[in-house]
């Protein structure tokens, strides 16, 4: 092929180092599986079933791009009680990641500076590269905090957005009240648009999950079905925030994603009566045991929430860890998928306890050998 047809953008985008893992595991016989993000739970019967009603229904054909009335109707209701806010509108995406990508193709234009904190999801770089942004990098490390002043002292007349992901991926910190408070009120200080990525909002363990919505109006809420409900392949998410720029996104979806998986939203209904509280102990349960396993052979920061942890290297880089552990049939992702640095190694424990445990027997094996 004619390498002069690609467009520049690419050379600049590389693929997942997660989605390498994953299909190098797929090789492995019985491989210690602790890679890849999503919830080892089916996704509940009742969702299951809506969805099968909707197919046979024949609820098969394009929704509106905002997604069906009933679901959007049922969450505007849920967001306006909640935060009382008079510009707040909602509509269903492609998944997270398409609200993200909405999002950032919606406010971002060429040349203009997004602020990420790191450790970063593995797509926020990307999406902020293909929206022609340039992503500006708040360390984090070692306890992956939220230190305000960095934050204000990155601001420049260039910076167009903060992206801010609680709790988050990979490192499981939850911010605290005070973190997100300052974050909303700084942004709206500056005028700078505020997207709270809230995937993970369901797991917190050790303290309250917070918005910054609540301190600032014009915040850009991404949230999904993917992680709570076990949904991850059929691609269901919302966004909300002031009506203004939704409206736009709505646009560019209708010229992008068209709208949401049509039976999917129909399934995504049968939500409200589904109780995960028991998914979440478990996970809560397994972060307990890996702190209690590996709490005295690694360095151990963040970890209150969603099912990620993300430890120090004991020995070289997080890559060659890695490798290390590869050779043990033990998937793991280095920390330079999400970070500029190779120090750390993302481990998820959302697996049953037999695939934990042999995986705790391989890391406390290399980091004692």
């Known amino acids: 092929m004619n390498q002069s047809w690609i467009a520049d ?51 098969n054909c394009y929704t509106p791009s905002q997604g069906i009335a009933p679901l959007r109707q049922k969450f505007q209701s849920e967001i306006d009680a909640k935060y009382g806010h008079t510009d707040r509108e909602v509509f269903i995406s492609s998944g997270s990641s398409g609200g993200l990508l909405l999002s950032l193709m919606t406010l971002v234009n060429p040349g203009d500076e997004v602020v990420l904190f790191d450790p970063y999801f ?29 934050v204000r002292s990155a601001i420049t007349d260039k910076t167009k957005v903060i992206l801010v992901n609680s709790p988050g991926n990979p490192t499981g910190a939850v911010a605290t009240e005070d973190e997100m408070r300052g974050l909303a009120e700084l942004a709206a200080e500056k005028n700078v648009a505020l997207v709270s990525d809230e995937i993970y909002d369901s797991f917190c363990y050790d303290k309250d999950f917070h918005t910054p919505t609540c301190w600032n109006e014009k915040t850009i809420v991404v949230n999904g079905f993917s992680k709570s409900y076990s949904m991850t392949g059929l691609r269901l998410g919302y966004v909300h925030g002031p009506s203004e720029l939704i409206q736009e996104m709505i646009k560019l979806q209708q010229f992008t994603f068209v709208c949401a998986p049509h039976p999917v939203q129909w399934g995504a209904m049968a939500s409200w009566e589904c109780d995960i509280s028991d998914r979440v102990q478990e996970y809560r349960s397994n972060r307990d045991f890996l702190i209690e396993s590996l709490g005295d052979v690694f360095e151990i920061e963040g970890g209150e929430g969603a099912f990620y942890m993300f430890l120090k290297s004991p020995k070289g880089t997080a890559s060659e860890f890695a490798e290390r552990c590869i050779e043990q049939k033990l998937v793991c992702i280095p920390g330079n998928v999400f970070s500029r640095y190779d120090t750390h190694f993302r481990i998820s424990y959302a697996t049953d306890r037999t695939t934990l445990e042999r995986g705790v027997e391989v890391l406390q094996k290399l980091a004692n050998g």
Do not use: W
């Open 9 to 59: 953008r690419m050379s600049k985008i590389d693929a997942s180092g997660i989605r390498k893992k994953f299909e190098m595991a797929e090789k492995m016989k019985n491989p210690i599986n602790l890679g890849i993000g999503e919830p080892h739970f089916q996704t509940p019967e009742i969702i299951k079933n809506a969805i099968c009603d909707a197919v046979q229904a024949g609820n």
């Open 122 to 150: 593995v797509m926020y770089q990307h999406l902020v590269t293909l929206a022609g942004g340039k992503s500006v990098f708040i360390d984090t490390y070692p306890n992956f905090r939220i230190d305000l002043e960095q």
